[in-house]
């Protein structure tokens, strides 16, 4: 079941407060979300509500003996003064997730920390460079079973709007979503066919013609969860404590 916002946190502030405070926030986010990372993560807490119904919890892991490893990039950047936040959608010619949405990343190569593979990844896929880019801390890791991988995100923040250029081997389409949308976007149930006849129900995020969900929803409702954690702690000037 798709959760209300109360269901994660009850003593929460309202949507409004929590929208006027990020506006408020500025580069201040950057710090904030940096403390807020290196804390106890909402994990399990939050990809529960997220999850494809016949996911039964695998994406908790732990993954394959032969799981491979990967990393995502979820990059927060100011455009207008809004907070945005980059997704890409995948070409249907790439054996893995074909025509799926999902942030900028991939499997690591030997040696590789997530960090420089994310940053890696980034700059592979969108032409945006890793230098002027503010890496704050790491979300819980998840298990993708489907393409046997163990993927480590990575959160990073850029003050500036950054100039993409997509690689269009590797994407069909830069999904630039603010985050005063998503923080006002609750999942939707939507049924999804597998390749047999059979049927199952996943939460789902609309954005304009897209559709955002399984490994990439998980990512994406604990990066929520925790700017909303880092919003409900923030008290700004002017703004009243709830």
């Known amino acids: 079941m798709v959760p209300e916002e109360s269901d994660l946190n009850p003593a ?3 949507p409004a407060i929590m929208l006027t405070r990020l506006d408020m926030l500025g580069a201040d986010l950057t710090a904030l979300l940096r403390r ?3 804390g106890p993560l909402p994990g399990v807490r939050a990809h529960r509500h997220y ?3 016949l996911a039964y919890g695998r994406h908790q892991g732990p993954g394959a003996s032969n799981a491979r490893q990967a990393a995502v990039l979820t990059l927060l950047y100011q455009r207008d003064q809004i907070w945005h936040l980059v997704l890409t959608l995948r070409p249907e010619h790439l054996p893995d997730h074909p025509g799926q949405v999902s ?5 690591l190569e030997t040696g590789e920390a997530a960090e420089q593979g994310a940053l890696r990844e980034l700059d592979e896929e969108l032409g945006v460079g890793g230098d002027c880019i503010e890496l704050v801390g790491r979300l819980s890791p998840i298990y ?6 163990e993927v480590q995100p990575v ?12 690689n269009a081997g590797e994407v069909a389409e830069v999904i630039e979503i603010p985050v005063p949308a998503l923080l006002q976007c609750p999942p939707q149930r939507t049924r999804w066919r597998v390749k047999t006849s059979a049927y199952f129900v996943a939460p789902t995020i609309y954005w304009k013609q897209r559709k955002v969900w399984g ?6 409702g604990e990066l929520l969860e925790v700017l909303r954690e880092t919003l409900g702690k923030t008290v700004s000037p002017g703004i009243a404590r709830r």
């Open 155 to 166: 959160v990073g923040v850029l003050e500036g709007a950054p100039l993409f250029r997509p």
């Open 215 to 220: 490994a990439t929803l998980l990512v994406l």
């Open 36 to 38: 807020s990372l290196a």
């Open 12 to 14: 929460r502030p309202s």
């Open 103 to 107: 942030f900028p990343g991939g499997a």
């Open 144 to 149: 993708v079973f489907n393409s046997n991988f």
């Open 51 to 53: 999850a494809p119904e």
